[in-house]
């Protein structure tokens, strides 16, 4: 994509491509659970995600969190 992005502007060399990529970096995107009226007590209202209120972004856990909440799922899967 980011070739064809350079080719458009008539800057598709191989060197610009790989300069592009060198400097570029990624944002990864994934679901949040929306508020649900029907469920209103497992949300807190005025710190949720709401339908057709723009983007969401969420910031990774801590490593040692992430590795945490990872062994307390394989030691409940093991059950």
């Known amino acids: 994509m980011v070739a064809e992005v350079l080719a458009l502007t ?3 060399s191989p060197v610009k491509v790989r300069r592009v990529l060198r400097n570029s970096c ?13 469920y209103p007590e497992v949300f807190e209202k005025k710190n949720t995600v709401y339908f057709g ?11 040692v969190e992430r ?4 062994m307390l799922t394989q030691s409940m899967l093991r059950k």
């Open 10 to 12: 008539g800057e598709d």
């Open 67 to 70: 590795m945490e909440q990872m």
């Open 53 to 63: 209120r723009g983007l969401v972004l969420n910031k990774y856990q801590e490593a």
């Open 26 to 38: 990624m944002l990864s995107s994934d679901v949040s659970a929306a508020y649900d009226p029907l």
